[in-house]
């Protein structure tokens, strides 16, 4: 009796370490905005570049993990290395349905965002690093995982987030001159983002 209560005991502590290292983290790389920039190649001034994001999801407990979210549109225009729609949240999440082949979940947290320049170092001159477009807020996310193989899945993300976010408009007092102010507004010009998850 006692050594079949050992041998049951031992198979699900290790069942137990099975899950808990399935589940432990993961780490995601993909596109950001596939819709908006596919529909803006067919425009004869493409305004919007390929955005990219990097998603770090670690499972604190099986029904509850925390996720950094990292998302920007890069872009190169000589002399200076803009990094547009930059955002990064940190957020708690939990899972909405699991199987073998699938995994729903969301989460919510707060969220900070900017444009980041570069400007090219030149001779006698240090490079010059420069922000504007702030902003932060609340973001929820909802995420879908389809297993492509043993611990590689696809990943697709929606992003929803609203905040206080700064901008700029032109006031006719003393000419025409750029006035800032915030306002409450969303930062969702990358709202479906999908890659390549990475269990670890």
């Known amino acids: 009796m006692i050594i079949t209560l050992l041998s049951f ?3 699900v502590n290790k069942e137990m370490e099975i899950d808990k ?3 432990s983290h993961s780490i995601a790389i993909g596109v950001s905005n596939p819709i908006s920039f596919s529909l803006n190649l067919f ?3 493409i305004e919007e570049t390929m955005g990219f994001y990097i998603d770090y999801q670690y499972y604190r407990y099986e029904d509850q993990f925390l996720k950094l979210h990292i998302k920007s549109s890069p872009n190169y225009s000589s002399p200076t290395m803009d990094f547009g729609n930059f955002l990064t949240s940190i957020e708690i999440g939990k899972p909405i349905n699991r199987s073998k082949k699938t995994r729903i979940g969301h989460g919510v947290g707060p969220y900070f965002k900017c ?4 400007s090219q170092q030149g001779a006698g001159t240090q490079a010059f690093w420069s922000s504007d477009y702030f902003g932060f807020g609340m973001q929820y996310h909802l995420f879908f995982d389809f297993l492509l193989k043993n ?4 990943n697709a993300l929606l992003n929803l987030n609203i905040g206080l976010h700064q901008t700029y ?3 006719t007092i003393n000419g025409m001159q750029a006035q800032e102010i915030w306002k409450i507004k969303t930062a969702n010009q990358q709202l ?3 890659g390549i998850k990475k269990q670890l």
Do not use: C, G, M, Y
């Open 151 to 154: 611990k590689l899945w696809i």
């Open 9 to 11: 005991h031992s198979q």
């Open 169 to 171: 408009e032109n006031t």
């Open 192 to 194: 479906i983002s999908i």
């Open 21 to 23: 290292n399935e589940l």
């Open 43 to 45: 425009k004869e001034d």
């Open 115 to 118: 444009n980041i320049h570069r």
